[in-house]
């Protein structure tokens, strides 16, 4: 009974996270790392030790396939700006593999405080009244490595496939808001491919009971086939809100998971 809940869970997970990573273009991992932590903080089924690292890299591996189904409806709705993604991709994967080597070696404290740090900063900047320079441009090479390789490195960190990095950096660049998710999209399946990548690489043991590296296989599963329905809607409802909504739901969704990531540190 309780794995028969377990996997209905994750199914639920799957769907909400679906839908939200199409509307917003951020993967879905900022629902599907807290839940599963709360998940197996409250199930016992891994140790504390480890529980953040697998729900980051089976958040990860489901963001694989969730950006994959909401980029291919972005992409067959013509919004995704394909010259930021050329200029930012190769930087993004660099440093999104690297934080599959970085993760293991951080204290589970500092781990989950980065992660709430870097969420709540998210919150703020997308929930103010900020504008962009309206003559502000995308950088050149070494500013695209610069932001490439230091948000892929968060992404990884975070299990969110760059979602909540590259959108408001393309905001803050003058992309508008309904480009900057759909790229987003687009970039995110490579991120999370190449991230969970790292992940498998480092764990200590490449297959262990329900894990195959650090991915939940038992989670993976229900989560990628709730997401798979869930995504191309989430992402024909965002072409009909207003960008200033869909940036504000954004922000709104941070401040209660960064809230929890901070809580779970303190606790």
């Known amino acids: 009974m309780e794995e028969v809940f377990f996997i209905t869970l994750c199914v639920v997970l799957g769907l909400t996270s679906g839908f939200l990573g199409g509307l917003l273009g951020i993967g879905g991992g900022v629902v599907i790392v807290p839940?599963?932590?709360?998940?197996?903080?409250?199930?016992?089924?891994?140790?504390?030790?480890?529980?953040?690292?697998?729900?980051?890299a089976?958040?990860?591996?489901?963001?694989?396939?969730t950006s994959a189904s909401a980029a291919y409806t972005q992409y067959r709705a013509g919004k995704v700006r394909w010259d930021l993604f050329k200029k930012?991709?190769?930087?993004l994967l660099l440093g999104s593999f690297l934080a599959g080597f970085i993760a293991p070696l951080l204290p589970v404290e500092v781990f989950r405080g980065f992660i709430g740090l870097f969420l709540a900063f998210v919150a703020v900047v997308m929930l103010s009244s900020w504008q962009p320079h309206s003559h502000r441009q995308f950088p050149n090479l070494a500013g695209a490595a610069a932001i490439g390789t230091?948000?892929?490195?968060?992404?990884?960190?975070?299990?969110?496939?760059?979602?909540?990095?590259?959108v408001p950096t393309l905001v803050y660049f003058n992309t508008p808001a309904h480009n900057a998710t759909a790229t987003s999209s687009a970039l995110g399946v490579p991120i999370a491919l190449t991230a969970t990548l790292g992940y498998l690489l480092s764990a200590p043991a490449l297959v262990n009971g329900s894990l195959v590296g650090f991915v939940d296989v038992s989670a993976f599963v229900p989560i990628v086939i709730g997401a798979l329905i869930a995504a191309p809607l989430g992402v024909k409802f965002a072409h009909r809100v207003a960008a200033a909504k869909l940036k504000r739901g954004f922000g709104v969704l941070l401040v209660f998971v960064s809230a929890r990531m901070l809580y779970s540190v303190f606790s």
């Open 35 to 56: 839940a599963l932590v709360l998940a197996y903080d409250f199930g016992g089924r891994f140790g504390a030790e480890q529980s953040l690292l697998i729900a980051v």
């Open 58 to 65: 089976t958040s990860l591996a489901c963001i694989v396939f």
């Open 88 to 91: 930012l991709v190769a930087f």
């Open 150 to 166: 230091g948000g892929g490195i968060a992404a990884g960190l975070a299990g969110i496939a760059g979602g909540n990095v590259v």
